[in-house]
């Protein structure tokens, strides 16, 4: 019995290897129903999270005795006191830096301290201080998996590849594809940024997004102002925690 001719079988349900056009209509459609069973997948999620995490974007190629690679360091052992997991790209610069904080403030890693990995030519290795790591391919779904296991988000100097992670969490905030979320800028350079957001995108003559938009991220210039505002979240969020554990 020819294949063709198999029970359930239709005309036109084989298509051979050397029918180029046919082939990529094939694996497309194949490619698009995997996407349709992973946003499926991500739309689940546990009653009650044991962990709060925040996910601390910063540059690659800050060195370990930049006063600002200290202060991200202190930053992130103050976060991991109050309770909180720490996770970062998993590289080097102000990610090691995040990471080491974690360590130095919990050496025995009650809490967690994670790297979510790309593959890059360059900052192959994850740094010393990761206690858990994850490898990803591509960018998207690298920065895919900062969205689902993060609380909240933590933006400290960087390049356009930290620009590009702020941006991504802004606009899915922006669309309410993430609620609830705190997206803290730290720096000068955020601010500017902000304000050059306000100066073109809200031209009373041509206005591109709604003034609310622009009030999503919180600009501070330290430590101290950060921790007031994750402290504050990460007491609502327990709280939310407890009453979500009754229900079970």
């Not at 044991?50 to 005795?65: H, L, N, Q």
């Not at 356009?160 to 969490?169: D, F, H, K, S």
């Not at 979320?181 to 003559?205: H, N, Q």
């Not at 919180?218 to 969020?237: K, M, N, S, Y």
Request: net charge negative; proline share 5%; hydrophobic share 40%.
């Amino acid at each position: 019995m020819n294949q063709s001719d198999a029970p359930g079988s239709k005309a036109g349900d084989l298509v051979s290897l050397g029918d180029e056009k046919k082939v990529i209509e094939v694996v497309s459609a194949s490619i698009l129903s995997l996407w349709e069973a992973v946003n499926n997948l991500t739309r689940l999620r546990p009653t009650v999270r044991e962990r709060y995490r925040v996910t601390i974007f910063g540059s690659a190629r800050v060195p370990k005795d930049h006063w600002v690679y200290l202060a991200v360091r202190d930053l992130a052992a103050e976060l991991t006191r109050l309770g909180c997991d720490i996770v970062t790209g998993g590289g080097p610069g102000l990610m090691e830096a995040a990471n080491e904080g974690a360590h130095l403030a919990d050496p025995e890693s009650s809490t967690r301290s994670t790297g979510i990995r790309v593959e890059l030519p360059f900052e192959q290795d994850v740094n010393a201080f990761v206690s858990q790591a994850y490898e990803h391919r591509t960018f998207f779904t690298r920065l895919h998996h900062f969205v689902l296991v993060s609380d909240a988000f933590v933006v400290v100097p960087g390049g356009i590849g930290t620009v590009l992670e702020a941006m991504m969490i802004w606009q899915l905030l922006q669309v309410q594809k993430l609620h609830n979320t705190p997206l803290i800028l730290a720096g000068k350079m955020y601010a500017d940024l902000v304000t050059w957001s306000r100066t073109y995108m809200l031209r009373p003559d041509f206005p591109l997004v709604r003034p609310e938009d622009l009030a999503i991220p919180v600009c501070v210039e330290d430590g101290p102002a950060i921790l007031r505002i994750i402290r504050e979240h990460h007491a609502q969020w327990k709280q939310r925690q407890g009453q979500s554990a009754e229900k079970v």
